[in-house]
């Protein structure tokens, strides 16, 4: 019966409890950069970059796969001259497999994927950078604040005052 009291005082103590708030708006603030960077930054940043989608940047360990982006290439040429070919065809997700059905083909290496996580942790690392910056400075502003309060000496209640001079008037008069 004891250690199931020491589990409950553990599992109740004000850092648990702390630490649980912690975690679960860490995973609600990871999802919401992973939005912001898949559906908000991605996008201009393909754009910018001549219409490059991400998501679907891989490198192809497979033969099979290889062929099925060649027989794509191909096909796509034959409707629109000068389409594909050559090394930007590695970087023109509209002349490739999408890296779903590339996935089911063989196996392939999502760099894209890789390249937009990159993105998440480095905004995540930033934004954690700057509440940490943010609370160090308020904390330096705290620490300065009390240290003013206690260098100035306590002004005495008005009571404490005029006790104090009746005394000093009686030790006079004597």
């Known amino acids: 019966m004891g250690l199931l009291k020491e589990f409950r005082e553990f599992a109740l103590k ?9 975690v679960i708006i860490g995973a609600a603030f990871g999802g919401l950069i992973k939005s912001l960077v898949d559906d908000v930054l991605m996008p201009p940043i393909g754009k ?8 679907n940047l891989y490198v192809s360990l497979s ?27 590695a970087f023109d997700t509209a002349t490739r497999l999408p890296l779903a059905k590339a996935k089911e083909i063989g196996p392939v290496i999502a760099y894209g994927n890789f390249l937009t996580g990159v993105i998440n942790f480095v905004i995540i690392a930033f ?6 910056k943010l609370m160090n400075t308020a904390m330096r502003k ?12 306590a002004v005495p209640p008005a009571d404490v005052v005029l006790l104090t001079e ?3 008037l009686l030790k006079a008069g004597r």
């Not at 004000?14 to 912690?22: F, K, Q, S, T, W």
């Not at 705290?142 to 000496?153: D, L, M, T, Y």
């Open 48 to 55: 910018i970059v001549g219409n490059l989608d991400f998501s």
């Open 63 to 89: 033969d099979k796969v290889d062929a099925a982006n060649a027989g794509m290439a191909k096909a796509i040429a034959a409707t629109q001259p000068g389409a594909g070919g050559g090394l930007a065809s």
């Open 142 to 153: 705290f620490e300065r604040q009390k240290a003013v309060e206690a260098a100035a000496p």
């Open 14 to 22: 004000g850092n648990v409890v702390d630490l649980a708030v912690g």
């Open 127 to 132: 934004c954690v950078f700057l509440l940490i």
């Open 166 to 168: 009746i005394r000093d």
